[in-house]
């Protein structure tokens, strides 16, 4: 079983749409929770980081953790556009140990 | 802001060549991390460094590859002797300190042919 699952999508939304990105984890000593947006031929880019259950928001973007599920989610209200891009979940442990999701791709369709 | 830099940003080169890949990171960034990505798949770790000691080489796939840091700055990724499944993007992070988010560069693509 992998540390860290995440649906590869892709994800396919119209503007405006309410997206909500999901991934799911094997250990429950995973105690970091963070969601990387990633540009086609770009690096990832930190988006979010959390390191306790319940929701963290910034701006459009909520990150949301349930650590009795083993459950993370990242939701992005009134999508643009340009938020098109593979949406990548990462877990760490209290040690160097993280584990990132394979991504989802989203595609916002103007 | 600077933050993490890769060089070159592409490298075509020949099966059995050896290449360099370079890693500048954040300043004061102790921790720093090498990842592989295959096309369309997810990042593969390679290796961690604390400072210049390697605590962590249980990513590197074989022995063709090596890394080194100097202090908590510049890391070195070789590869010898490349071979057509090492053609991928490999990326660097930083982080302040091991337990700390990761910041990413924007990769080396890296083509053998």
């Known amino acids: 079983q992998k540390e860290v699952e995440q649906d590869p999508g892709p994800l396919s939304v119209p503007e405006g749409a309410i997206v909500s990105l999901n991934c799911t984890y094997s250990?429950?000593?995973?105690?970091?929770f963070m969601w990387y947006r990633q540009y086609s031929r770009k690096g990832p880019e930190l988006l979010m980081y959390t390191y306790s259950s319940g929701n963290k928001e910034d701006g459009r973007f909520t990150a949301q953790v349930d650590k009795s599920s083993k459950y993370i989610s990242l939701f992005i209200r009134d999508s643009q556009p340009s938020d098109s891009a593979t949406y990548l979940c990462a877990i760490a442990d209290t040690g160097n140990q993280f584990y990132f999701g394979t991504g989802t791709s989203l595609t916002v369709i103007p | 802001g600077a933050g993490v830099s890769q060089s070159p940003s592409n490298k075509v080169t020949e099966k059995g060549k050896d290449v360099e890949l370079r890693c500048d990171p954040i300043s004061g960034h102790t921790a720093l991390y090498w990842y592989r990505q295959r096309l369309g798949q997810g990042l593969e770790f390679l290796i961690y460094f604390q400072g210049n000691s390697a605590p962590d080489k249980s990513g590197l796939p074989s022995d063709r590859f090596s890394a080194e840091r100097t202090g908590e700055s510049v890391s070195t990724l070789t590869i010898q002797r490349t071979q057509q499944e090492d053609s991928a993007v490999y990326l660097c992070?930083?982080?302040?300190?091991?337990?700390?988010?990761?910041?990413f560069g924007d990769g080396t693509r890296l083509s053998i042919l």
């Open positions: 250990n429950s000593a995973f105690q970091y």
């Open positions: 992070a930083s982080s302040l300190k091991y337990d700390q988010p990761q910041h």
